[in-house]
């Protein structure tokens, strides 16, 4: 069985207008609610084989301030140029490229590409807030084995549902 935390990077700041989308940094609200919800999955119990992520700044934070929290070396953390404006093709390869030793990821990416392939895998329509985690079970033992009959949602959670 393989299980994935899709993660929508924490809320980010448009402060500076000279910042491309690239480099824009997480604002207050996403300073607290990364660490909110890396401690919440801290508390259920999960610990990540391995934790990717788009290499945007406020993406890379959100990695970092979750990996804190569940106790993984930031320095650990891979990034993955294609999950910056991914399709759900880029997000897919990722997963199927990963190592099958690695069994719970984290997957830290942008909307509207998580959005869509929340939408294709799992027929999920809701909008996926940011911050906010799928957590995504497959029955298969291998990432390549991966698809939209072998998946099912376990829980969708988000900092506004606590906060």
């Known amino acids: 069985?393989?299980?994935?935390?899709?993660?929508?990077?924490?809320?980010?700041?448009?402060?500076?207008?000279?910042?491309?989308?690239?480099?824009?940094?997480?604002?207050?609200?996403?300073?607290?609610?990364?660490?909110?919800?890396?401690?919440?999955?801290?508390?259920?119990?999960?610990?990540?084989?391995?934790?990717?992520?788009?290499?945007?700044?406020?993406?890379r934070k959100t990695a970092?301030?979750?990996?804190?929290?569940?106790?993984?070396?930031?320095?650990?953390?891979?990034?993955?140029?294609?999950?910056?404006?991914?399709?759900?093709?880029?997000?897919?390869?990722?997963?199927?490229?990963l190592d099958d030793k690695n069994n719970v990821v984290f997957l830290i990416g942008h909307n509207p590409s998580l959005n869509l392939f929340a939408e294709e895998f799992l027929d999920f329509d809701e909008n996926i807030p940011t911050c906010a985690i799928l957590e995504i079970e497959f029955s298969c033992q291998l990432w390549q084995e991966i698809n939209s009959y072998n998946c099912k949602l376990i829980t969708f959670e988000y900092p506004k549902k606590y906060l």
């Open 1 to 59: 069985m393989k299980k994935l935390y899709l993660i929508r990077h924490a809320k980010s700041s448009w402060k500076n207008l000279t910042l491309s989308d690239y480099d824009r940094p997480l604002n207050k609200r996403g300073k607290s609610n990364a660490p909110f919800m890396g401690n919440l999955l801290q508390q259920l119990g999960v610990k990540p084989d391995i934790i990717v992520s788009s290499p945007a700044y406020r993406a």
């Open 64 to 97: 970092q301030l979750i990996a804190k929290e569940v106790k993984y070396n930031k320095k650990n953390i891979d990034y993955y140029e294609d999950l910056y404006e991914a399709s759900v093709n880029n997000i897919i390869d990722t997963l199927k490229y």
